[in-house]
């Protein structure tokens, strides 16, 4: 052989070796490629996270604090929620409890509590309470479940009338050593429990939310603070409560996860939201501050994925750092602090990641009413109309603070529906681009507000062309403020059907919160 020809003979030679393996290299790479997931039709996405997203550039996800009303919507007024001890006034009602609204007559019901008993209020538009006298516990609104932090839920699983409504809560005068062994034989982690107060907590079930049956054995050791929440695919239930001392996590106060599909026997709990040396740096800016801790968790399932409200405690010491002194009237302060409330997100209410900058969703002031701290909150929002509603409990001091000082009140914080975090782009454009589906609908629209911007939406192919037809410049969107403002092109109102297709938005000076698909 003419060696002069010899590499061109080996490229033709390895050129056919490719042409013949090219067919198998395609099918290789297809098998290795993932199937392409559906999107529901009219199921959200929300641009809390970023498991939706394949890239972006040039935009921030943003958080936005809640709007607030000028006034609390309920406070300590009525004689059985007044407390008068040495002579000193003490104004506490709070919301660690619930608010349900009714599907057909948009009519509100809640359940909250004072320093001893949970009371019952309802409302027609989520602003005027009303206390009915119930007459369960006396001549008052006092339902007969006497317990601390009562988190209630409607049961839509529930086949047993009798059982319709589920609460979970903690009682502080148990001290029955037989119960807290058998609960002890139950887990694993429970050497660290030495809670001298006996706090257990237990389960209960009601007919119609007023007249409570609580089961006799306690269903988990644990702390105070509890919050009840029911996966809507599954029907089983999920317990947020704050555990103090558990080994497996540093500091004090932490949330922990135990789920049970009976309220009876539940799982092992385990640590979902802990504080870490980026909350205790936030923490030592503060005079004083020393570590942070995280009080409670209200996880709500929506738009296929969860959303929840943590509530912040960064510790300060000594009091006298936060309020000028260590007692009032000889009563000497507790631990001392501010709380506000961050949001977290979670693809399966167990695991859960921090969302943006931490800033927080819904921040102290500017009113008195809650300018101390938020000490927790409903288990779920309320969606009125195009708002999403949380209520919560306002403090006018820090934790710590005592009666007369101090006064906790039931607030309303409020949000446009999905605009809890948006992806914000400014002056200079900026775009994202999710990762390939197949959509069950095919009308896209968006919440966004581009009032002073501008939005226009790409249509590519699992290859990352843009399909003909649905370029940028071809997308006609009126740009405008909108929780539900539809796209369409030059010559379609409809995505391409049934074949894996990505998004990608191109905005500048606005916020886009969610889009769907119809």
Same mark, same amino acid.
């Given at each position: 052989?003419?060696?002069?020809? =010899?590499?061109?003979?080996?490229?033709?030679?390895?050129?056919?070796?490719?042409?013949?393996?090219?067919? @198998?290299?395609?099918?290789?790479?297809?098998?290795? &490629?993932?199937?392409?997931? @559906?999107?529901?039709?009219?199921?959200?996405?929300?641009?809390?996270?970023?498991?939706?997203?394949? !890239?972006?550039?040039?935009? #921030?996800?943003?958080?936005?604090?809640?709007?607030?009303?000028?006034?609390?919507?309920?406070?300590?007024?009525?004689?059985?929620?007044?407390?008068?001890?040495?002579?000193?006034?003490?104004?506490?009602?709070?919301?660690? /409890? #619930?608010? @349900?609204?009714?599907?057909?007559?948009?009519?509100?019901?809640?359940?909250?509590? +004072?320093?001893?008993?949970?009371?019952?209020?309802?409302?027609?538009?989520?602003? !005027?309470?009303?206390?009915?006298?119930?007459?369960?516990?006396?001549?008052?609104?006092?339902?007969?479940?006497?317990?601390?932090?009562?988190?209630?839920?409607?049961?839509?699983?529930?086949?047993?009338?009798?059982? &319709?409504?589920?609460?979970?809560?903690?009682?502080?005068?148990?001290?029955?050593?037989?119960?807290?062994? &058998?609960?002890?034989?139950?887990?694993?982690?429970?050497?660290?429990?030495?809670?001298?107060?006996?706090?257990?907590?237990?389960?209960?079930?009601?007919?119609?939310?007023?007249?409570?049956?609580?089961?006799?054995?306690?269903?988990?050791?644990?702390?105070?603070?509890?919050?009840?929440?029911?996966?809507?695919? #599954?029907?089983? %239930?999920?317990?947020?409560?704050?555990? =103090?001392?558990?080994?497996?996590?540093?500091?004090?106060?932490?949330?922990?996860? !135990?789920?049970?599909?009976?309220?009876?026997?539940?799982?092992?709990?385990?640590?979902?939201?802990?504080? +870490?040396?980026?909350?205790?740096?936030?923490?030592?800016?503060?005079?004083?501050?020393?570590?942070?801790?995280? %009080?409670?968790?209200?996880?709500?399932? %929506?738009?296929?994925?969860?959303?929840?409200?943590?509530?912040?405690?960064?510790?300060?010491?000594?009091?006298?750092?936060?309020?000028?002194?260590?007692?009032?009237?000889?009563?000497?302060?507790?631990?001392?602090?501010?709380?506000?409330?961050?949001?977290?997100?979670?693809?399966?209410?167990?695991?859960?990641?921090?969302?943006?900058?931490?800033?927080?969703?819904?921040?102290?002031?500017?009113?008195? %009413?809650?300018?101390? !701290?938020?000490?927790?909150?409903?288990?779920?929002?309320?969606?009125?109309?195009?708002?999403?509603?949380?209520?919560?409990?306002?403090?006018?001091?820090?934790?710590?603070?005592?009666?007369?000082?101090?006064?906790?009140?039931?607030?309303?914080?409020?949000?446009?529906?999905?605009?809890?975090?948006?992806? =914000?782009?400014?002056?200079?454009?900026?775009?994202?681009? *999710?990762?390939?589906?197949?959509?069950?609908?095919?009308?896209?629209?968006?919440?966004?507000?581009?009032?002073?911007?501008?939005?226009?939406?790409?249509?590519?192919?699992?290859?990352?062309? *843009?399909?003909?037809?649905?370029?940028?410049?071809?997308?006609?969107?009126?740009?405008?403020?909108?929780?539900? @403002?539809?796209?369409?092109?030059?010559?379609?109102?409809?995505?391409?059907?049934?074949?894996?297709? &990505?998004?990608?938005?191109?905005?500048?000076? /606005? +916020?886009?919160?969610?889009?769907?698909?119809?």
């Amino acid at each position: 052989m003419n060696h002069r020809h =010899q590499p061109f003979t080996s490229f033709l030679v390895c050129l056919g070796a490719l042409t013949m393996a090219a067919p @198998l290299l395609a099918q290789e790479a297809n098998r290795e &490629r993932p199937p392409t997931p @559906l999107l529901k039709k009219g199921e959200k996405q929300l641009f809390v996270d970023s498991v939706m997203i394949r !890239s972006k550039q040039g935009v #921030t996800r943003v958080i936005h604090p809640a709007k607030k009303l000028e006034k609390p919507v309920l406070t300590a007024e009525m004689p059985w929620e007044v407390k008068i001890k040495d002579g000193i006034i003490d104004k506490r009602v709070n919301i660690y /409890g #619930t608010v @349900l609204r009714d599907e057909k007559t948009g009519s509100f019901r809640m359940w909250y509590a +004072d320093a001893g008993s949970v009371l019952y209020a309802t409302s027609a538009d989520g602003i !005027s309470w009303e206390r009915p006298m119930l007459k369960v516990a006396g001549e008052n609104n006092e339902t007969n479940l006497h317990l601390h932090s009562p988190s209630i839920i409607e049961d839509k699983f529930e086949t047993d009338p009798k059982k &319709r409504y589920k609460a979970v809560g903690n009682a502080g005068m148990d001290r029955d050593d037989a119960k807290i062994q &058998r609960l002890k034989d139950k887990f694993e982690m429970v050497d660290w429990y030495r809670d001298k107060l006996h706090r257990l907590y237990y389960a209960a079930y009601s007919a119609d939310g007023l007249r409570w049956t609580i089961d006799p054995e306690p269903i988990l050791l644990g702390c105070d603070t509890i919050t009840l929440s029911q996966d809507p695919v #599954t029907g089983e %239930y999920l317990a947020f409560h704050k555990r =103090q001392g558990d080994p497996r996590v540093v500091g004090i106060r932490h949330v922990f996860l !135990s789920v049970s599909k009976d309220m009876k026997h539940w799982s092992e709990p385990h640590p979902v939201h802990v504080a +870490d040396e980026i909350d205790n740096k936030a923490t030592r800016k503060l005079k004083g501050g020393t570590y942070s801790e995280y %009080y409670n968790l209200s996880a709500f399932a %929506y738009a296929g994925q969860w959303l929840g409200f943590v509530t912040h405690f960064r510790r300060v010491e000594p009091p006298s750092a936060l309020f000028g002194n260590d007692e009032v009237n000889g009563q000497k302060r507790s631990a001392t602090g501010i709380i506000d409330v961050q949001l977290v997100t979670s693809r399966d209410g167990r695991h859960w990641d921090r969302c943006s900058d931490r800033s927080p969703v819904i921040p102290l002031g500017p009113h008195a %009413y809650d300018a101390g !701290s938020i000490f927790g909150l409903c288990n779920a929002p309320v969606f009125v109309g195009d708002e999403l509603w949380m209520y919560y409990t306002a403090a006018t001091t820090p934790h710590g603070g005592l009666a007369p000082e101090k006064e906790q009140s039931i607030a309303l914080a409020k949000w446009r529906v999905d605009g809890l975090a948006s992806m =914000q782009a400014k002056d200079k454009p900026g775009s994202i681009e *999710t990762h390939d589906f197949i959509p069950q609908g095919t009308h896209l629209s968006v919440n966004a507000d581009f009032g002073k911007g501008r939005l226009m939406v790409e249509v590519l192919d699992a290859d990352g062309k *843009t399909v003909p037809g649905f370029e940028k410049e071809a997308s006609m969107i009126e740009n405008q403020d909108a929780v539900k @403002l539809p796209i369409r092109w030059k010559n379609s109102a409809s995505l391409p059907a049934g074949i894996p297709i &990505r998004l990608r938005f191109h905005l500048q000076n /606005g +916020d886009l919160f969610s889009y769907r698909i119809d």
